[in-house]
């Protein structure tokens, strides 16, 4: 019974053989599997609590260094029209959504 077409055959023997665990068995091993991506979780959170420390820092540091949103916008623009990326509908609606709210601010 596949689960994920993307899945190894090692990993779908795994799920079989853990399905047959009794049901506190199954309960720890599952426990203990979501506590290694609440680990993962965690070390993404302090990475990005360090990239925004950093951040902070530098603007600190350099206050006159700053870009208008507006221009910041209009560069990203520029780029993706220039690349001729094309954004998908969602990323589009975003970035339509990102910059009322900023011209609403």
Not at 52 to 73: F, G, K, M, S, Y
Not at 95 to 101: F, G, H, Q
């Amino acid at each position: 019974m596949p689960y994920d077409s993307f899945v190894t055959a090692n990993t779908q023997k795994l799920l079989e053989e853990a399905m047959a665990l009794p049901v506190n068995d199954r309960a720890e091993l599952a426990a203990q599997l979501l506590a290694t991506l609440d680990d993962a979780e965690a070390d993404v959170e302090s990475a990005w609590a360090a990239e925004i420390e950093r951040r902070a820092a530098d603007a600190r540091r350099n206050p006159n260094d700053d870009v208008d949103w507006r221009t910041a916008l209009d560069e990203i623009q520029r780029e993706v029209s220039l690349k001729a990326v094309r954004l998908r509908d969602n990323a589009c609606r975003e970035l339509r959504e990102a910059t009322n709210w900023y011209r609403t601010e």
